[in-house]
């Protein structure tokens, strides 16, 4: 859908915001908002906390995130007001609420100061300054650290184009008509990569416990969550199938500009290892390291903390050290290094790591449990073949996958190109949404 522009324009004042319609106006927050602090006092109320996708009722009883000891020294919050993360500017964000509790005093409690307003334009309004990074250039203090926050005066002086309140409301209902058939066709792509990771996943599950013919005649493996493999196949330890299987520095690294590559976690679980963003050690505490573990081409890096189970087999030259979150595996002649990442891959290794764990998240594999997975063994030859098939398979899914993530990617950014260009007036809406409901959106 294409949109008009008004017909006449003038300067807002305000270097962020550019021109605005000429009938409507240029305020500072201040005028329009009014920041309250009223300190609960008591307990027994909802604990309420911003995020990405809003404001959320917190589970004070689970031991998720940050808890307060005390939630009496928290901040009211009341219906229709504006709650803010003014303290990170980068990852933080805004909402209003529907409901009465209290939050953080860190963050930035406003209400509307009069009637007349709608709550939903300024709250788009108010996420835009967020999702298009407007509100990060009136910021300050340490950015790195995620702690970039908006002074109380950039706050109250910053200008807000308004519309009149016709329009606040024409604005607020297309965009609530317009966002939702966006995040439709989001989650639509969302579900697709879903189904796609998970087709994925059986394929490889199916080709390294099965095989690749389905006339091959089957044996139980006597591993009651393998079943049957191929009658020629073996199933093994990992630790008879290995060289060597050790874990990284157990030390806290001295990070370096020019220095030997330091790989974490982080960096092997993107598509591709970038050189530039890999950390780096001092030479010499590479060379303590490598008396212990020396990864060379052909082996295989685990993760083994935080996003545990991923396989990296190293298919390049220069010389680098691991941290303590990976683990480096040497096959024995017996298993190929790709073979062995798609076994990791499969529900056969997922199985294993949820073994005995069903009451918790597992976000650490010892090495122990690593070395004691069981795998099943197909000859030499039959591993190269299905590390050929898989990659042909694999391959196919994955450029679905990346083309239904580009999908999401641009219609994120339509989404957020026509929430800016829709509340800072660069589009004229008016007369494309009828009989817009003005409850629970105008400021009582």
Known sequence: MTFPRYERYRQSGADWLGSIPEHWSATRIKTLFEIRKRIAGELGHDVLSVTQQGLRVRDTDSNDGQL???????????????????????????????????????????????????????????????????????????????????????????????????????????????????????QEQQRLMELLKQKRQAVISHAVTKGLSPKTPMKDSGVEWLGQVPKHWSTAKLRSLTRQIVDGAHFTPTYVGDGVPFLRVTDITRPTIELEEVKRIPLAEH?????????????????????IGVPKVIDWEWEFSIFVSLCLIKFSDEMNAEYAAFVFRSRAIETQIEDGSKQSTVTNLHLEKIASFRFPVPPLDEQSLIVTRLNEAVSQLDGLMSTASRAVELLQERRAALISAAVTGKIDVRGLVEDVPAHDMAAA
Request: some cysteine; charged content about 25%.
């Open 287 to 307: 060379n303590e390291l490598s008396k212990r573990c020396r990864p060379e081409k052909g082996d295989l890096l685990l993760s083994k903390n935080g996003t």
């Open 68 to 186: 307060s000891m005390d939630y009496s020294k928290y901040q009211l919050v009341e219906p229709n007001d504006f709650v803010m993360n003014h303290m990170d500017l980068l990852t933080g964000y805004v909402d209003v609420s529907k409901v009465h509790g209290v939050t953080s005093p860190d963050y930035r409690v406003f209400t509307a100061r009069k009637k007349g307003l709608s709550l939903r334009f300024f709250l788009y309004l108010f996420q835009n300054g967020y999702q298009r990074r407007i509100f990060y250039a009136f910021g300050q203090g340490a950015s790195g650290l995620g702690r970039w926050r908006m002074p109380t005066d950039s706050f109250n002086d910053f200008i807000l184009p308004v519309p009149p309140l016709a329009e606040q409301l024409a604005i607020a209902g297309l965009l609530d008509r317009e966002t939702a058939k966006i995040d439709a066709l989001v």
